[in-house]
C-alpha cells in the first residue's frame, strides 16, 4: 500500500485514457527498468511507489503480499489495468524469460534486490536515467522568482514539472537552503 496521496495522482493520469485495448504509457517519470514511478513521502523519508502497482489496486483491489503485477502487453511503463495481472516473482521470472526480457548469464536478483522492488537511490535525483534535471537545476528552480513559463524554457522542461517541483511534488528530497 502506498499513500493516499499516490492513488489520488494515479487515478488523475488513469482519466487521461479511454481505450482498454491500448497500453496507458505512464506520462511522468519511469525506473530505469521502464516502470512509472512516483514518489511520496513517508516517516520523513522519499518512497518509491510505481504507476502500475498503484493502478492495479486502484481498479481491482489490494495485491497480495509478496506478489508481482505482470504486463500481459509485456510493456513496463503501461498502467492500463486491464493489462495487468497478479502473479508470483516464478511466474514473472519465467513470463519475462519466455518473452526474452532475462538477460543472458545474469543471475536474477530475489526478494527487495529484485529489480521490480525497484531501487530508492534511482528516483532520489539526477541518477533516474529519465530525469532531464540535476540537483542544482532544482534548486535554481525554487529559488527563482522567474515565473513557470520562463522556466520551463529556460531548462527545457514541461510548466508541468516547473509547478510539480514549486509545489514540493516531485524532488521533494532537494532543499533550495542547501
Ligand atoms: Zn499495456
Known sequence: ???????????????????????????????????GQLTYREDNSTKLAYAHRASFEIAKGPIPDGMCVCHTCDNPGCFNPSH????????????????????????????????????????QG????????????????????EKNVRLAERFGVSQTIISMIKKRKVWAHVSPSV
Open 126 to 145: 539526477s541518477n533516474n536515467g529519465n530525469s532531464k534535471l540535476e540537483e542544482a537545476d532544482v534548486i535554481e528552480i525554487l529559488r527563482s522568482s
Open 1 to 35: 500500500m502506498y499513500s493516499d496521496s499516490t492513488y489520488v495522482r494515479v487515478k488523475d493520469k488513469l482519466a487521461l485514457f479511454s481505450d482498454t485495448s491500448a497500453c496507458w504509457e505512464w506520462p511522468m517519470s519511469k525506473t530505469r527498468a521502464g516502470y
Open 84 to 123: 495487468l495481472f497478479i502473479g508470483s516473482h516464478q511466474q514473472n521470472m519465467a513470463d519475462m524469460a519466455s518473452k526474452g526480457r532475462t538477460k543472458k548469464g545474469k543471475s536474477y536478483p530475489i526478494g527487495d534486490a529484485h529489480w521490480a522492488k525497484g531501487r530508492r537511490k534511482e528516483v
